[in-house]
């Protein structure tokens, strides 16, 4: 009698890396089992949710050690087919456990097992009539400001939610019931996504906008898998582009699928799509409450939202009808998870456009080396916008040498005066510090004492506006010492600039400018980073201080100057993608200057004037930087041109580390037969990272099939390995940093 075939494989979120086998449920009456249904499995003794991978198959284990079914959590499949294959792809890429990758392709409120059902959502509108003006609010100033805030809003055509509200500041809440109570505002619930107003007019394009959205999706169906590289500066039109494809893509009843790097980026965009198109959309990013990212996952997953707009997690989204894949900055490192399951969510989106037969636009000003070589080898279309748009001039770059003159807070005196001279005209200001805190370090002048964390091999930061120190590399704080705790002196006094440093520099050398400072301490709390570059467009705030938050993609048009207060860390860093970092870093804060026929100007502070680099960038832009990075990575063997995985190990003792990746080292070699080169271990470059010790082992290979191989091989042995149970340990495919 051949063996039933009625066991379903699971995926549950444990750490195996296979799906568990299971029997069907006992109970009757429940949904036939299908593929990409949830179901409740016991697992030990505990009771998870999982993914019917497989239904129908006969397993290996004899039927008395399988357990049934607990329950069945859908009635049909939550995630299709292609849905599956990608987390199925994703588990074996990432050599990750399968059942974790599926859960981590689900909104947490679905991964729990909650219904997959959308809740009603509550949205408000400004009642017919309602200004800031009407009596009923005359002496309620916080009301009248949120009453004008949600007619700001409605304008460009939001809608008034939880999600729309909260950048109005704290409690927002208790405000609106106000205005509710005096029917200035009024509720309007309904289930679903809205369709967005559209309509805005589209401009005529450019001559290369038309022709890449012409090569790209020519009049009519669904062009099938082609991946393209558009390239082009802020401002080049590379937007207008996209929503010309979404358009095509709309028109023959397709999905498009948006990903964007970080939050901070998604509602500019979601507000241009909403203007340009009359449809459902929906998005999906950090900065959700559970509710909603469950509805928006739904509303993409039912085919209701005509496009998704979402962070890195969104390219596991299920879309029924997906027609058009856009990565917007695909350079940035954002896109590849940096703990647990360490994905690229543009190679997925790569890799699933292919699978689904979909074309797939990566967008940048500052392509990856990985994205620029396919396209030099001509796996990818190349499309370059080369003419701003609107008529703009790019910006000229100018190298300071900085080297002998005196520095006030990092300033040269001519940085100072240059901003002086923009501010006299009334033009708008950017200076650029990639640190925050008030200087990195805290040191005594007369012994050379300096603030370490006790847990960390690091300095800790010194916070003025808190006078604590805080570790930016494990949260350690603590308040700063009153006199050095080694010689007693009073004289520990900050050295180097932080954000906070140079706030208080500007303030004192253009005390009656408006300053606005941008950096993760001023903006935390949910909706302040909208805020604040809400701010940054208004025009109050003529001069700009901020980190990297402020270089993505943010279009301000005022902005003539440019000022990068400190080019040399990314010089010397010991990463192997640092300079393509600060290539990438300069010309996207360059993007930000000169918008609209006003000439900008950036000016790169730096003690290394000579820099082959920076010679490179100022002459030949980008390309010419990128360029000659590719061939150093091809003679030092490093990616495009191979490909790394890491493994990294820490461990409470500081040996135990070493050791495991020692005994890893020798069992890799033993099956690698010269195929991959097994680089270390090393301990990690900050040894000491909150009390803990770690170490790392590289692995490179010249083919990339040849270094999967060795992994699916090795990985059940390491596991298996003494030593494997003293360190806690990870595998990095691809790493986009090696620290
Ligand atoms: P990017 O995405 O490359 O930064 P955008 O598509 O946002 O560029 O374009 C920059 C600005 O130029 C936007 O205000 C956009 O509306 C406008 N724009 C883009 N293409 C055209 C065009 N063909 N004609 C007129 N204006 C355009
Ligand atoms: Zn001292
Ligand atoms: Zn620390």
């Not at 292609?82 to 991964?111: K, N, Q, S």
Request: glycine share 8%; hydrophobic share 40%; charged share 25%.
């Amino acid at each position: 009698m051949p063996p039933p075939d009625d066991c379903l494989r699971v995926a549950v979120p444990v750490p195996l890396r296979e799906a568990l086998d299971y029997l069907p449920p006992r109970a009757e009456g429940l949904p036939v089992l299908q593929p990409g249904m949830r179901v409740q499995v016991r697992v030990g003794r505990r009771q998870l949710v999982g993914l019917v991978f497989e239904a129908g198959v006969c397993s290996e284990l004899p039927r008395q050690r399988l357990r049934p079914v607990e329950n069945v959590l859908d009635t049909e499949p939550l995630l299709d087919a292609a849905t599956l294959e990608l987390i199925r792809f994703t588990a074996d890429y990432y050599h990750y456990p399968v059942g974790e990758v599926a859960a981590a392709a689900l909104p947490e409120r679905l991964r729990n097992g909650g219904e997959a059902r959308v809740a009603a959502i509550e949205r408000w509108r400004v009642c017919e009539g309602a200004s800031p003006e009407r009596v009923e609010i005359g002496r309620a100033p916080r009301q009248r400001a949120l009453l004008a805030f949600m007619q700001e809003l409605e304008a460009r055509g939001e809608d008034l939610d939880a999600e729309t509200l909260p950048p109005f500041g704290d409690g927002w809440r208790p405000l609106l019931r106000n205005l509710l109570d005096k029917n200035l505002v009024e509720r309007r619930e309904q289930e679903g996504l809205a369709p967005a107003p559209g309509g805005e007019f589209r401009p005529e394009l450019h001559g290369e906008q038309e022709a890449a959205v012409e090569a790209m999706w020519p009049p009519g169906d669904c062009p099938g898998y082609a991946p393209h590289l558009l390239e082009g500066v802020t401002g080049s039109g590379k937007t207008e582009v996209y929503m010309r494809l979404i358009e095509r893509a709309l028109a023959v009843g397709r999905q498009t699928l948006v990903l964007v790097p970080e939050i901070g980026l998604t509602p500019q965009l979601l507000a241009r799509l909403r203007r340009r198109f009359a449809v459902p959309i929906a998005a999906l990013h950090s900065g959700l409450a559970e509710a909603p990212r469950r509805d928006a996952w739904l509303a993409a997953r039912s085919g209701e939202a005509a496009i998704l707009v979402g962070t890195r997690s969104a390219v596991f989204t299920p879309l029924p009808r997906l027609g058009l894949i856009v990565v917007d900055e695909e350079h940035d490192a954002s896109f590849k998870q940096q703990d647990g399951l360490r994905y690229h969510a543009r190679d997925l989106a790569v890799w699933r456009a292919r699978r689904q037969g979909v074309p797939v636009v990566l967008g940048s000003a500052t392509p990856s080396l990985e994205t620029l070589r396919h396209a030099l080898a001509g796996r990818y279309t190349h499309h370059r916008l080369v003419a701003r748009a609107g008529g703009a001039r790019p910006p000229r770059l100018r190298i300071m040498d900085i080297r002998h003159g005196r520095l006030d807070a990092g300033l040269s005196a001519q940085l100072l005066s240059a901003v002086r001279e923009r501010l006299e005209r009334g033009e708008q200001v950017l200076l650029f510090l990639n640190r925050r805190g008030f200087s990195p370090v805290l040191i005594c002048h007369e012994c050379g004492w300096v603030a370490h964390c006790p847990r960390c091999d690091a300095h800790m930061t010194f916070h003025a506006a808190s006078n604590r120190l805080r570790c930016h590399h494990c949260g350690h704080e603590e308040p700063a010492p009153p006199a050095c705790p080694a010689c007693g002196s009073l004289e520990p006094k900050p050295v180097g600039q932080g954000t906070e440093r140079v706030e208080q520099t500007l303030a004192a050398q253009f005390p009656d400018v408006g300053l606005l400072r941008i950096d993760r301490d001023t903006t935390r709390r949910r909706g302040a980073l909208d805020a604040s570059l809400e701010a940054a467009h208004s025009g109050r705030f003529p001069l700009l201080l901020g980190t990297q938050m402020l270089t993505k993609g943010h279009h301000l048009p005022n902005v003539t100057l440019v000022g990068v207060i400190d080019a040399d860390q990314g010089l010397f860093s010991a990463d192997y993608r640092a300079h393509e970092r600060l290539a990438q870093l300069l010309v996207q804060v360059a993007g930000r200057a000169g918008r609209e026929e006003r000439p900008g100007e950036v000016i790169i502070q730096t003690h290394q004037p000579d820099h082959p680099l920076l010679h490179t960038l100022l002459a030949g832009g980008y390309r010419a930087a990128a360029q000659a990075l590719l061939g150093e990575r091809e003679l030092t063997a490093m990616p495009p041109y191979t490909w790394l995985a890491v493994l990294r190990a820490e461990a409470a003792q500081k040996e135990a580390p070493l050791k495991f990746l020692a005994a890893v080292r020798e069992v890799l070699e033993a099956l690698c037969e010269g195929s991959v080169d097994v680089l270390g271990p090393v301990p990690a470059p900050m040894e000491r990272r909150a009390g803990r010790y770690r170490a790392q082992l590289l692995l490179r290979a010249h083919e990339r099939a040849a270094l999967h191989k060795l992994l699916a091989r090795a990985l059940p042995r390491l596991e298996a390995l003494p030593e494997a149970r003293r360190s806690r340990w990870s595998l990095d495919v691809d790493p986009v940093d090696l620290y």
